[in-house]
């Protein structure tokens, strides 16, 4: 599989609406071993992104957390702007999990303004929807709002009735949780006339949400018929999350319940139960007690009721138990994992400076400079020597020179930030420092490094060097100087320079304009 099949093949595991977690995941981590073979770093991340939401997705919320940190990063310092906004689309959906709405709304928040002209038809609806789910958590339900009619207007305008579906479907049970039935059922209305206006067939999961409406709004004839739809849909085979049917089951049970049909409720229920015990579905076993509690109240059956009641307590205090401990596991491994991160950084950070002075090193000088000479024509770099350094170390010791060094240094960085933020100041070893000046011109560079120079020699270096004096001697080049904009060339014009400047008795600054080709002393 060349690159751009692979690219497709990832998209459709991104830009998929139903899920099949095991399946999905199975194929997420063959397309990871092809992009390795390939050597496409940006497949690479893509491919184990997609592993992270579907971890996500099966209930390994901590795997999801420790397999998304790296991905990120990666996105980041690559300027990967869609693989960015994917990201945070799922860290929304982790601390959504984990019940921080603050940074649920936040990631959801990123995830959008990262959307740009790369972003496919799928995330500019999807990752709408999310920042109104976020919202809804949050308790913005009008800001939650626009952005659902935000989503569904862009689904009919880009003729995706698929996503629309999904969109309502959202938005429907968004205002079912935050209360506000008679809204949940236009919503669910709507959904349904475009599922008959573009002969969709409703999903388990869609039925479900309208039927649970249904509920709410006291139409409970209507949401048993649904819901008996819905558990239809399901057995025939669509692919569905493991606590699916148990979730439909006991949805039925509360609309039979309604219904007065305690009979079918109670059997129901049952299959409810049993499935929760099969597949250790802890989280709906808790709502199956309540209600099992409740439809022994209804049918006066107090005793049972009672007893029920004591089973839903303790099961619920079990499973709040269970949350926090996974939350516990999620935050430890999210904050492990931030914690190497840091690490890392800052080994990258010291592996880029000098260990004395504290500027930056070769590498880092490699690294940047580049880059700076191909896109900055004003780019302005000057090779800084200590004069007569070896006097200092000779004569007063080499821990005194490791400390004129580092004032040097001070000073050096601290005069060039003065004059140009974006600059810096490497130390190429021993006495010698390269000062990179970006969008600074030559001949103005001079009279800056002229300044610096100054302020070097007027520096009370008494106290350190016992009356030792120390001056520096500055070789600049300019990139209009090079006839090739190349590291090595620009260097080797400043290090000519340089010389100039020693030769031509220390404690100064030359430049040569190439036109006239002659050098200049300041």
Same mark, same amino acid.
């Given at each position: 599989?060349?690159?751009?099949?692979?690219?497709?093949?990832?998209?459709?595991?991104?830009?998929?609406?139903?899920?099949?977690?095991?399946?999905?995941?199975?194929?997420?981590?063959?397309?990871?071993?092809?992009?390795?073979?390939?050597?496409d770093?940006?497949?690479?991340?893509?491919?184990?992104?997609?592993?992270?939401?579907?971890?996500?997705?099966?209930?390994?919320?901590?795997?999801?957390?420790?397999?998304?940190?790296?991905?990120h /990063?990666?996105?980041?310092e690559?300027?990967?702007?869609?693989?960015?906004?994917?990201?945070?689309?799922?860290?929304?959906? @982790?601390?959504?999990?984990?019940?921080?709405? +603050?940074?649920?709304?936040?990631?959801?928040?990123?995830?959008?303004?990262?959307?740009?002209?790369?972003?496919?038809?799928?995330?500019? @609806?999807?990752?709408?929807?999310?920042?109104?789910?976020?919202?809804?958590?949050?308790?913005?339900m009008? +800001?939650?709002?626009?952005?659902?009619?935000?989503?569904?207007?862009?689904?009919?305008?880009l003729?995706?009735?698929?996503?629309?579906?999904?969109?309502?479907?959202?938005?429907a049970?968004?205002?079912? +949780?935050a209360?506000?039935?008679?809204?949940?059922?236009?919503?669910?209305?709507?959904?349904?006339?475009?599922?008959?206006?573009?002969?969709?067939?409703?999903? +388990?999961?869609?039925?479900?949400?309208?039927?649970? @409406?249904?509920i709410?709004?006291?139409?409970?004839?209507?949401?048993?018929?649904?819901?008996?739809?819905?558990?239809?849909?399901?057995?025939?085979?669509?692919?569905?999350?493991?606590?699916?049917?148990?979730?439909?089951?006991?949805?039925?049970?509360?609309?039979?319940?309604?219904?007065?049909a305690?009979?079918?409720?109670?059997?129901?229920?049952?299959?409810?139960?049993?499935?929760?015990?099969?597949?250790?579905?802890?989280?709906?076993l808790?709502?199956?007690?309540?209600?099992?509690?409740?439809?022994?109240?209804?049918?006066?059956?107090?005793?049972?009721?009672?007893?029920?009641?004591?089973?839903?307590?303790?099961?619920?205090? /079990?499973?709040?138990?269970?949350?926090?401990?996974?939350q516990?596991r999620?935050?430890?491994?999210?904050?492990e994992?931030?914690?190497?991160?840091?690490?890392?950084?800052?080994?990258?950070?010291?592996?880029?400076?000098?260990?004395?002075?504290?500027?930056?090193?070769?590498?880092?000088?490699?690294?940047?400079?580049?880059?700076l000479?191909?896109?900055?024509?004003?780019?302005?770099v000057?090779?800084?020597?200590?004069?007569?350094?070896?006097?200092?170390?000779?004569?007063?010791?080499?821990?005194?020179g490791?400390?004129?060094?580092?004032?040097?240094?001070?000073?050096?960085e601290?005069?060039?930030?003065?004059?140009?933020?974006?600059?810096?100041?490497?130390?190429?070893?021993?006495?010698?420092?390269?000062?990179?000046?970006?969008?600074?011109?030559?001949?103005?560079?001079?009279?800056?490094?002229?300044?610096?120079r100054?302020?070097?020699?007027?520096?009370?270096?008494?106290?350190?060097?016992?009356?030792?004096?120390?001056?520096?001697? @500055?070789?600049?080049?300019?990139?209009?100087?090079?006839?090739?904009?190349?590291?090595?060339?620009?260097?080797?014009?400043?290090?000519?320079?340089?010389?100039?400047?020693?030769?031509?008795?220390?404690?100064?600054?030359?430049?040569?304009?190439?036109?006239?080709?002659?050098?200049?002393?300041?």
């Amino acid at each position: 599989m060349d690159g751009e099949r692979l690219s497709v093949a990832l998209l459709e595991l991104e830009d998929e609406i139903n899920w099949d977690a095991a399946a999905m995941l199975e194929r997420a981590v063959q397309l990871e071993r092809l992009a390795l073979a390939l050597g496409d770093e940006l497949l690479v991340a893509r491919a184990r992104l997609s592993q992270a939401n579907l971890h996500m997705r099966a209930g390994d919320v901590a795997g999801a957390a420790r397999r998304i940190w790296k991905v990120h /990063q990666w996105a980041v310092e690559h300027d990967a702007r869609q693989l960015t906004a994917r990201t945070h689309l799922v860290w929304s959906n @982790i601390h959504r999990l984990l019940g921080d709405a +603050a940074q649920c709304l936040e990631h959801a928040v990123l995830s959008v303004e990262l959307l740009d002209e790369t972003a496919t038809d799928h995330m500019r @609806i999807w990752h709408r929807v999310k920042l109104g789910d976020a919202l809804s958590l949050s308790g913005s339900m009008d +800001a939650a709002r626009l952005r659902y009619r935000q989503a569904a207007e862009l689904s009919s305008r880009l003729g995706r009735p698929d996503l629309l579906l999904a969109v309502l479907n959202n938005f429907a049970y968004a205002e079912y +949780a935050a209360g506000h039935h008679d809204r949940a059922q236009q919503v669910a209305g709507q959904l349904q006339d475009v599922a008959k206006t573009f002969g969709f067939d409703l999903d +388990a999961s869609l039925l479900d949400t309208i039927g649970a @409406i249904q509920i709410e709004n006291g139409q409970h004839a209507e949401a048993e018929k649904t819901l008996l739809s819905c558990i239809d849909q399901h057995n025939d085979g669509s692919q569905d999350d493991a606590d699916a049917l148990a979730e439909y089951l006991l949805t039925l049970a509360r609309a039979q319940h309604g219904l007065g049909a305690y009979g079918r409720a109670q059997r129901s229920l049952d299959a409810s139960r049993r499935l929760c015990l099969e597949r250790e579905l802890g989280h709906v076993l808790v709502r199956v007690h309540q209600e099992q509690a409740e439809l022994h109240a209804t049918r006066g059956e107090f005793a049972e009721a009672y007893a029920a009641h004591k089973e839903f307590f303790a099961a619920y205090t /079990q499973q709040h138990s269970l949350q926090r401990e996974a939350q516990a596991r999620t935050r430890q491994v999210m904050f492990e994992t931030e914690e190497a991160r840091q690490e890392a950084e800052r080994f990258r950070e010291q592996a880029r400076r000098d260990p004395l002075t504290g500027l930056r090193n070769r590498r880092y000088l490699n690294e940047q400079l580049p880059g700076l000479i191909a896109t900055d024509p004003e780019l302005t770099v000057a090779i800084v020597d200590l004069d007569h350094f070896k006097r200092i170390n000779d004569e007063l010791s080499h821990d005194v020179g490791d400390r004129v060094l580092v004032q040097a240094a001070k000073l050096l960085e601290t005069g060039l930030a003065a004059v140009t933020p974006r600059g810096f100041v490497v130390r190429l070893g021993g006495e010698e420092f390269l000062m990179v000046l970006p969008e600074t011109p030559a001949e103005l560079a001079v009279e800056q490094l002229d300044a610096i120079r100054r302020t070097i020699k007027g520096f009370s270096w008494e106290a350190l060097t016992a009356g030792v004096p120390v001056t520096v001697s @500055i070789g600049v080049a300019g990139v209009a100087d090079a006839a090739k904009a190349t590291q090595p060339a620009l260097l080797s014009i400043a290090d000519r320079h340089l010389y100039a400047a020693k030769h031509g008795g220390r404690d100064r600054v030359v430049w040569s304009r190439s036109r006239r080709g002659r050098a200049s002393a300041a």
